[in-house]
């Protein structure tokens, strides 16, 4: 996944992305992932960052109260852009967020790749 070209480019200013992952959990369940390192937090300096991503904003729980607030309407408009974007909300840090080492997983990948 290329940062770059997302809301998320500001995660990497001060530290150094080390993996980015997307995690489909059901039809319409998707968690992306942002794992930097940050010095400034040693010894755990693998910091993970989580959030929700919303390929279909309308199966928001809070999509009636997001309009409201929006001052818009559910038209042809609204789902025009709505099918054209993917809507990211992040995910309060969890007891992972802070890692003195990466996950096993992404260990395992990065081996992987240098060979």
């Avoid at 500001?10 to 530290?15: E, F, I, K, R, T």
């Avoid at 910091?47 to 729980?61: F, G, R, S, V």
């Avoid at 890692?99 to 990065?110: G, H």
């Amino acid at each position: 996944m290329d940062l770059v070209r997302t809301p998320l480019a500001g995660v990497s200013s001060g530290a150094s992305v080390v993996a980015t992952y997307a995690h489909r959990f059901g039809p319409s369940g998707v968690q992306v992932g942002v794992i930097r390192h940050d010095q400034k937090d040693a010894p755990r300096v693998y910091n993970t960052d989580k959030y929700d991503a919303w390929e279909n904003l309308q199966d928001h729980p809070s999509f009636k109260s997001m309009l409201s607030a929006a001052s818009t309407s559910d038209n042809s408009n609204l789902r025009a852009f709505m099918a054209e974007n993917i809507f990211l909300t992040k995910r309060p840090p969890d007891d992972k967020h802070w890692r003195a080492e990466l996950p096993t997983t992404v260990r395992l990948l990065l081996e992987q790749r240098s060979t």
